[in-house]
């Protein structure tokens, strides 16, 4: 027969594992809204190009990575829920390392909220992703334009210099009249 301390650090851990299960909800919660705003992110980059405000683009790379920084501490302190949560569960053999196997363990309506959650992480952070491709596509494609733009410019301040060995013809920097005056 289980004693007194015993019954009391049995009800007092079943109450530390309805925490951690509160606390990994809004941790998950958090971590969704924070891939949101990430996703509003990409949004507002790609209109910034659309326009090419630098100024827009650079205050948007600044918080991006505050918010970054931002969410990488919260899914920290994700694991270390899941960590903590997996410690306290009646477990027979291993302890569940993953959240989904963490899911698996906790009771009903916890772990249809866990797994719920999971789902809409995946989605967001694979919307997130197509984004953040489609973002990067744009970048180059304006970097590639932007550098035969310059090579352009820069052969427009070339003239013909003759022609060299094999037959190719030579180009020289155009002399202006500020150059020769000085």
Same mark, same amino acid.
């Given at each position: 027969?289980?004693?007194?301390?015993?019954?009391?650090?049995?009800?007092?851990?079943?109450?530390?594992?309805? /925490?951690?299960?509160?606390? @990994?909800?809004?941790? *998950?919660?958090?971590?969704?809204?924070?891939?949101? %705003? +990430?996703? &509003?992110? =990409?949004?507002?980059?790609?209109?910034?190009?659309?326009?090419?405000?630098?100024?827009?683009?650079?205050?948007?790379?600044?918080?991006?990575?505050?918010?970054?920084?931002?969410?990488?501490?919260?899914?920290?302190?994700?694991? /270390?829920?899941?960590?903590? @949560?997996?410690?306290? *569960?009646?477990?027979?053999?291993?302890?569940?390392? %993953? +959240?989904? &196997?963490? =899911?698996?363990?906790?009771?009903?309506?916890?772990?249809?909220?866990?797994?719920?959650?999971?789902?809409?992480?995946?989605?967001?952070?694979?919307?997130?992703?197509?984004?953040?491709?489609?973002?990067?596509?744009?970048?180059?494609?304006?970097?590639?334009?932007?550098?035969?733009?310059?090579?352009?410019?820069?052969?427009?301040?070339?003239?013909?210099?003759?022609?060299?060995?094999?037959?190719?013809?030579?180009?020289?920097?155009?002399?202006?009249?500020?150059?020769?005056?000085?």
């Amino acid at each position: 027969m289980p004693t007194i301390a015993q019954a009391q650090r049995a009800v007092s851990s079943m109450g530390d594992e309805a /925490a951690l299960r509160g606390e @990994l909800l809004g941790t *998950l919660g958090d971590l969704r809204e924070q891939l949101n %705003t +990430l996703i &509003e992110m =990409a949004d507002r980059k790609l209109a910034a190009m659309r326009v090419a405000d630098a100024q827009a683009l650079h205050a948007l790379a600044a918080e991006e990575g505050r918010l970054v920084r931002e969410h990488y501490e919260t899914d920290r302190r994700r694991r /270390a829920c899941v960590a903590r @949560l997996a410690q306290q *569960l009646p477990v027979a053999g291993a302890r569940p390392r %993953t +959240l989904t &196997e963490v =899911a698996g363990l906790v009771p009903e309506p916890d772990a249809s909220r866990i797994r719920s959650h999971c789902e809409g992480l995946r989605r967001v952070a694979e919307m997130l992703q197509r984004k953040n491709r489609i973002v990067f596509r744009v970048a180059r494609d304006l970097h590639t334009h932007i550098g035969a733009v310059v090579a352009d410019v820069a052969m427009a301040q070339q003239e013909p210099a003759g022609y060299g060995p094999a037959g190719r013809e030579l180009r020289r920097t155009r002399q202006l009249l500020v150059d020769a005056v000085g």
